[in-house]
């Protein structure tokens, strides 16, 4: 009996051949990325090239391949994909009968924006830092007084972004030539003398929040239409925006706040809900880093339970698994 067929995006994202060669396990996985050298593609059975999530062509692309390839479900992992595939996902489910793995357009628009995801949060019960929203020069000085700077750092950033793009953390001292000559490259840090000459009177809507001290974590959900499954984990060893080593350590309480994130914002299927200290930084509606091992497979695990090929009571959750990213090296060719 052939294996199902499933259609997963971005195979060339940090974790991208990792969820392809999880998914190889139980299904026939066909990859596209809009670079034709991912590494993702030597770990799928069959490999597009398809423009940016934000291109006009992306959706019409991605509906040719999967009637071609007979898929039976779309898993995006990008953030730059999911609010496309959210907008059309009745394209794919109504006329080929597939399913997408993305929740609702509402839903996704406010979870990729962080200023309206911690709006959405009041009265939630779910801690969130001390933040502005500011677009004036004025607005943005007076939000740092009232963070404490300059005895406190200060963060500044978009409130639409993802690692750590746009992110910029105002310190009170700050020896440039130290920092450039002796250390790894760090554009994050700025004083306040540099934010200053380079901000206009007015400027798009940024966020002003307290510098936050602790373990990152995460709450990795998946919503089947049931009770909503998932485990957390502790992040650590950040570079580039990318943590290269979880640890999953089962957290009652910060899993009961990704459980009410969920449910406010109305997400669907593999959300990834990130907290540093106890704090919720961002939520990521789309899979995330995660553990494969052969006792657990959750992203095989997550599309055979919103296909309806396996019921939630047989799932059993991690609890302990370390997972590395590592630097890995592929020859081809002649």
């Known amino acids: ?8 995006t971005a195979i060339g994202c940090p974790g991208g051949p990792s ?10 996985v066909v990859g596209v990325d809009m670079d034709a050298r991912a590494s993702g593609r030597y770990f799928v059975d069959a490999f597009y090239q398809v423009p940016r999530g934000d291109d006009p062509e992306f959706i019409e692309q991605l509906r040719n391949i999967a009637a071609r390839e007979n898929v039976v479900a779309v898993l995006p992992q990008s953030s730059n994909e999911v609010l496309a595939l959210a907008t059309f996902r009745d394209l794919f489910e109504r006329d080929l009968g597939v399913k997408v793995l993305v929740s609702s357009p509402e839903a996704v628009s406010v979870a990729l924006d962080k200023a309206e995801t911690y709006r959405a949060m009041e009265g939630a019960g779910v801690p969130v830092p001390e933040w502005y929203e500011v677009d004036r ?6 939000a740092i007084r009232r963070l404490g700077f300059p005895d406190r750092r200060v963060v500044i950033k978009s409130p639409i972004g993802k690692g750590g793009r746009g992110l910029r953390i105002l310190v009170p001292d700050l020896n440039r030539m130290t920092l450039d000559m002796r250390t790894w490259p760090n554009t994050q840090l700025i004083t306040l003398g540099e934010l200053a000459d380079h901000m206009p009177a007015k ?9 936050l001290v602790g373990d990152e974590s995460s709450a990795d959900t998946f919503d089947g239409f049931g009770p909503t499954l998932g485990f957390t984990k502790i992040r650590r060893d950040c570079r580039m925006g990318v943590h290269h ?4 350590l089962y957290d009652q309480e910060l899993m009961d706040y990704g459980r009410r994130v969920v449910e406010r914002l109305g997400l669907e299927y593999f959300v990834n ?10 939520v990521n509606p789309r899979i995330s880093t995660m553990f494969y091992t052969e006792r ?4 095989a695990l997550g599309v055979k339970l919103a296909l309806g090929l396996v019921d939630e009571a047989e799932v059993t959750l991690p609890d302990g698994i370390r997972s590395q990213y590592y630097l890995d090296l592929r020859s081809y060719g002649g």
């Open 1 to 8: 009996m052939s294996k199902p067929r499933v259609l997963l």
């Open 245 to 248: 080593d979880h640890t999953a």
């Open 137 to 142: 020069l004025g607005q943005l000085m007076s």
């Open 203 to 211: 400027f798009p809507s940024l966020m002003v929040m307290e510098y």
């Open 273 to 282: 809900v990130q907290f540093m200290d106890g704090y919720l930084l961002e």
């Open 19 to 28: 969820v392809a060669r999880a998914l190889c396990e139980e299904f026939y």
């Open 296 to 299: 657990f497979n959750m992203p």
